[in-house]
């Protein structure tokens, strides 16, 4: 396969394991919550190789998107490896504004009614997602698509959902899991 055509699913949950992006065992996750399986993308996205074939799979669903957006730093790396695959401008969400300066919550361009995907590398509850949906229609851009590497099946697509926003995953945790075998 040429690294032009996108992977599929099955390539992405391979890609990962891998890489050493899917352990086992007991974690805490972001959200609190405690998990037999930690997803960490960025073990995956440090290799050039893994990125580029990460970034060719996020740009087969960027679609009619005028910018693309990513929270520090999970996302940063699949926002720019894409950008640059695609052609499109680009937005970094800060986790807290900065305290000097313009003291904003982004990085980039953000013109008023923009169109912004919103990339993401593991989705679990969908609260990072919210947030970054909340700074980026605060400036005036409608964010109507979120794309995630990893889909942990707990409760992020329905959350978006009633935020107006539909989820797309690479693969869920269920792939991934079906993978492993």
């Not at 996205?45 to 957006?69: F, I, M, N, S, Y």
């Not at 978006?160 to 991934?176: C, P, Q």
């Amino acid at each position: 396969m040429s690294s032009s055509e996108p992977p599929t699913t099955a390539e992405i949950a391979r890609l990962l394991l891998d890489a050493g992006a899917v352990r086992f065992g007991e974690f805490t996750l972001a959200s609190g919550q405690r998990s037999d399986v930690y997803v960490d993308v960025k073990k995956a996205w440090t290799d050039p190789v893994r990125l580029e074939r990460l970034a060719t799979a996020l740009a087969r669903h960027v679609g009619d998107a005028q910018r693309l957006a990513g929270m520090e730093l999970g996302a940063v790396p699949l926002v720019v490896a894409t950008a640059l695959r695609v052609r499109l401008p680009f937005v970094v969400i800060r986790k807290t504004a900065k305290e000097h300066g313009t003291r904003q919550r982004y990085e980039g361009d953000v013109p008023p009614g923009s169109k912004v995907l919103l990339i993401e590398d593991v989705s679990t509850t969908g609260g990072s997602a919210v947030e970054s949906i909340g700074v980026l229609r605060a400036v005036g851009a409608r964010v109507d698509r979120a794309l995630v590497v990893v889909d942990r099946e707990q409760g992020a697509r329905e959350k978006l959902a009633s935020h107006g926003v539909e989820l797309t995953s690479l693969a869920t945790l269920s792939e991934v899991r079906g993978a492993r075998a």
